[in-house]
């Protein structure tokens, strides 16, 4: 499996932005999105199971502005965040379990495929 996520810049304070992670090989079923901030720990900000849009996961600080959801016909899992802040300035990456397995998990560890990595910066 490899990943390739793309979508970041540089945006303003309130402003919308879409990251995208193009699959190639075969697909998960649990794929999530984690970021990286300077000087700070990775951290869990959306994650998807299952081939529908059903089941989603959000951290804490983004729920209510991102969503995730994936396109099984373009092989790829967007991330879609809106109403931007200073504090989402980090590098994105795109994640997902091996492919047998169907159990969602918040924990970076637990992620065997992981994207190059987009860079998100929102100025005040």
């Known amino acids: 499996v490899q990943l390739q996520a793309s979508g970041g810049g540089l945006v303003q304070t309130g402003d919308s932005l879409r990251l995208s992670c193009a699959i190639s090989?075969?697909?998960?079923?649990?794929m999530a999105w984690f970021r990286r901030a300077l000087g700070k720990e990775r951290e869990f900000v959306a994650g998807?199971?299952?081939?529908?849009?059903?089941?989603?996961y959000y951290g804490d600080p983004v729920k209510g502005r991102f969503t995730i959801s994936r396109d099984n016909a373009k092989n790829t899992v967007y991330l879609h965040m809106n109403n931007l802040k200073p504090e989402d300035t980090a590098v994105y990456y795109c994640?997902?379990?091996?492919?047998?397995?169907?159990?969602?998990?918040?924990?970076?560890?637990?992620?065997?495929?992981w994207g190059q990595g987009t860079q998100v910066t929102v100025s005040s």
């Open positions: 998807i199971s299952g081939m529908s849009n059903e089941n989603t």
């Open positions: 994640a997902a379990r091996g492919s047998r397995i169907t159990v969602f998990s918040y924990s970076s560890r637990q992620y065997a495929h």
């Open positions: 090989g075969r697909s998960s079923s649990v």
